[in-house]
């Protein structure tokens, strides 16, 4: 938020919550609270205020948020000296992105308080004064920063250092030219320039002159313009995009906008604001969840790696379990010529001689035993070790199977499906199928459309629905289709049991075809050949490739992704 940002939001708010009460103060998340205010109107208004270095911001919010359950010292006091209070005067620094919230309390001794919100990158921050005094009572964030070393708790408030910049009142024709036209804006200085207006100029932020210097206005009359308008906050706000339409920028003279940018106007800027933090929220909170995730499984990854080598090493060391068998037998078979006091014997074996240690505290038939357990044991070794290794194998496979599709992840409502299917790894891979099918039903990574007649469809989300699909959900008397050479989901379709096996519907084929169309990466063609045949012909490809599957015998029919989505939207 730029200095006419923060003027435009302040300007608009103002009269909407004057001399309106301060009900309730909510913390909805790190250095983030609402200030929830009741009009003379009758009218409750959210006053969203955060501090946080990645996403600092204010406006008034319509959004329902939910406070978090431990509040900080600083709420607590913002409860404690401002709830019941009466909001008097919204004040912004001129040219500065400073904001004054002054208060005063309804009691019979009427104090005053005062909430300074200071938007200086990273060293945001948001006080509580004493009206009176203008000491501190508290900030949000408890350190003084390399700007002030007197801003701590039961000081004086004073203001940051002043800037060397001047402002726009500051700058007459005539250094104006001399401080920046002598700066030619070609190609080649083009940047300089806009380096020399950050530079030169309080509250112009790069995107600001970046834009300016595009513009083929004159150059003092443009400013001139802005001057104007910032004091008569005249703005027009708008939202700037990037190419792939994220919210890039909010700008608060839209009308300066020209092609090749993306951009949107809005009447209010608090319109503006708050769908484009709502926006860089999600994406922040994406980032996070996904940075979140992946670490979890990289994790579980690592453990996985770990418990497969140790598998290893026990499988090579029970490799030679028969020689246990071998030499027990051989104790049996020579019980008439060993001596009890001997440590150890050999015997021949064909053609090789076989060394067996004995332990000359036990009987020859107690060590014969010994090393008959030692075989059965070995044996039980080796044959769960091998089993347990391909099943760890293919669960390492599977995590990193979901770290690529996390990776490929582009917007919260994907990533939901996505963290919603990781449920399935606290499932154990060796459980029935019967004792999954309920958990898994919870979890549900896959679409799932049960039509009036009775039959019912399933359609993998992603590549663990997929998975799901064809080792916990799929039934013999189900059909499965999938689009023909291209990926996409596995769809099921699965009938009242008057329509199972040879039964099924020709309207039933075609709706499942349909929907597994659209669901493909040929989506956008007009006709997509699908290949369907009975679930129970379905074979696994040898190896560990997650929702992958060989087959023969299949019909194709060609289907249709627009009713394929037009069916899709229906069951929204």
Request: glycine fraction near 4%.
């Amino acid at each position: 938020m730029d200095a006419f940002v923060v003027r435009a939001i302040c300007d608009e708010i103002y009269p909407l919550i004057n001399q309106s009460k301060l009900s309730q103060v909510r913390e909805v998340g790190r250095f983030c609270f609402i200030l929830q205010f009741y009009s003379k109107k009758g009218r409750d208004y959210n006053l969203l205020i955060s501090a946080d270095n990645k996403l600092s911001r204010l406006y008034l919010t319509s959004k329902k948020l939910i406070s978090v359950k431990k509040k900080t010292n600083f709420i607590q006091n913002l409860k404690k000296y401002l709830e019941g209070s009466i909001i008097t005067n919204i004040h912004t620094g001129k040219w500065e992105r400073i904001i004054q919230i002054s208060f005063v309390t309804k009691s019979q001794q009427q104090k005053s308080y005062a909430l300074i919100i200071e938007f200086l990158g990273l060293s945001n921050n948001i006080l509580l004064l004493n009206g009176q005094t203008g000491e501190i009572i508290d900030s949000i964030k408890r350190r003084s920063g390399s700007r002030n070393l007197s801003n701590i708790k039961g000081s004086k408030y004073t203001l940051p250092p002043l800037h060397k910049k001047k402002s726009l009142d500051e700058i007459d024709e005539m250094s104006f030219k001399k401080t920046l036209l002598g700066m030619k804006k070609d190609d080649a200085n083009l940047k300089l320039f806009q380096d020399l207006l950050v530079k030169n100029i309080l509250a112009i932020s790069p995107v600001f002159a970046e834009i300016i210097s595009t513009n083929n206005k004159d150059l003092p009359y443009l400013f001139k313009q802005i001057k104007n308008s910032y004091i008569s906050s005249s703005f027009s706000p708008a939202i700037i995009f990037s190419e792939n339409n994220g919210a890039e920028n909010l700008f608060a003279y839209g009308k300066l906008l020209k092609s090749p940018y993306k951009f949107q106007l809005f009447e209010r800027m608090n319109d503006a604001a708050e769908i484009y933090f709502s926006r860089l929220q999600d994406d922040l909170d994406l980032i996070y969840k996904k940075k979140k995730l992946t670490s979890f499984l990289l994790s579980k990854i690592k453990r996985k790696v770990k418990t497969k080598n140790q598998i290893r090493l026990d499988l090579e060391k029970s490799k030679a379990y028969k020689i246990f068998k071998k030499k027990g037998d051989l104790i049996i078979s020579n019980l008439g010529n060993i001596s009890p006091k001997y440590n150890s014997f050999q015997a021949i074996e064909g053609n090789d001689t076989v060394e067996i240690v004995i332990n000359p505290r036990f009987s020859l038939i107690k060590n014969a035993e010994c090393f008959y357990k030692k075989y059965k044991k070995y044996k039980r070794m080796r044959s769960i070790g091998k089993k347990r290794f391909e099943m760890i194998k293919e669960e390492i496979i599977f995590l990193k199977t979901i770290l690529l599709a996390i990776e490929e992840t582009k917007s919260m409502i994907d990533f939901s499906d996505l963290e919603n299917s990781s449920e399935f790894l606290k499932l154990k891979y060796s459980e029935e199928k019967t004792k999954l099918r309920s958990k898994i039903e919870k979890i549900k990574p896959y679409f799932y459309f049960k039509f009036p007649e009775g039959y019912e469809i399933f359609a993998g989300k992603n590549a663990l629905g997929n998975e799901m699909i064809l080792r916990n959900l799929g039934n013999k008397d189900d059909l499965w289709f999938h689009a023909r050479d291209v990926s996409g989901s596995h769809v099921l379709l699965r009938g009242e049991e008057k329509h199972k096996k040879k039964d099924y519907k020709s309207k039933m084929i075609l709706q499942a075809a349909s929907i597994a169309a659209f669901y493909s990466k040929s989506k956008e063609n007009i006709k997509v050949r699908v290949s369907y045949l009975p679930f129970e012909n379905l074979r696994r490809p040898q190896g560990n490739n997650f929702g992958k599957v060989v087959f023969k015998q299949h019909k194709t029919i060609l289907a249709s992704p627009e009713i394929g989505e037009k069916l899709v939207k229906s069951f929204r």
